[in-house]
């Protein structure tokens, strides 16, 4: 059964740093692409991020280019994405998504971010 | 905005037929598969449909996808009162790299 488990979310301050990791177990995860999708409180669904099998191709949603960094050690079949520059707006459930088609087939249940003074 | 158009509500009654629209603008819809995924409350997404009109295993074949031109839809006959929730379209646009979302349509089964 594919497994993806979120965690790291907590609150932080405007202009703060955040480490979320996404621990995938139910398939091989270093032949699968991999996302992050949010959604902020009473909105729908934004991509954030694409890293391919190899960490070689790696794309961003314009709202969070030069601020979020994804990354994934497949030796621990893990995925992360780095938060920088945290603002309000960035408030959301943040999921790791696993590719299909470069979209997505499996979520995990998110974790959220909460940024606020 | 959302990118690709979808309605923002949606309503039937148990055992109609219902679609839900999503559409955009060539790079978008003809050019690239559409996903569908549905989210029911307080649960993570699901995938629906995928390749605009694959069902997964274990989607029943009351949920289907069609595409023509620019716009795709998701079909759901039989409606029953689980499938109460909100329903996406994705699809990746090759040219800018990213993944696009329609905005939601949140489906009341009356």
């Known amino acids: 059964e594919v497994q993806l488990v979120e965690s790291g979310g907590g609150l932080v301050q405007p202009g703060g740093s955040l480490r979320l990791s996404c621990a995938a177990s139910?398939?091989?995860?270093?032949?699968?692409?991999m996302n992050w999708v949010r959604q902020a409180p009473g909105k729908g669904l934004e991509w954030i991020s694409y890293i391919s099998s190899t960490s070689s191709a790696i794309y961003y949603a314009d709202s969070v280019k030069g601020r979020f960094t994804i990354s994934r050690d497949n030796a621990k079949n893990s995925l992360y994405l780095q938060m920088n520059s945290l603002r309000v707006e960035d408030t959301a459930v943040y999921y790791c998504?696993?590719?299909?088609?470069?979209?997505?087939?499996?979520w995990g249940q998110g974790t959220l971010v909460t940024v606020s003074s | 905005q959302s990118v690709l158009t979808q309605p923002p509500s949606a309503s039937g009654t148990p055992g109609q037929r219902v679609t839900i629209s999503c559409s955009g603008d060539?790079?978008?819809?003809?050019?690239?598969?559409v996903y569908w995924y549905q989210r029911l409350p307080r649960t993570a997404p699901k995938l629906l449909i995928y390749r605009d009109d694959q069902r997964p295993s274990g989607v029943p074949d009351r949920f289907s996808g069609s595409k023509s031109g620019t716009s795709a839809s998701l079909a759901i006959s039989g409606l029953r009162s689980e499938d109460e929730a909100e329903y996406y379209c994705a699809a990746w646009d090759g040219s800018l790299r990213v993944v696009v979302f329609g905005g939601g349509t949140k489906l009341t089964v009356l």
């Open positions: 998504a696993r590719a299909k088609d470069r979209l997505f087939d499996y």
């Open positions: 060539t790079s978008y819809i003809v050019s690239n598969y």
């Open positions: 139910g398939f091989t995860f270093s032949s699968y692409s």
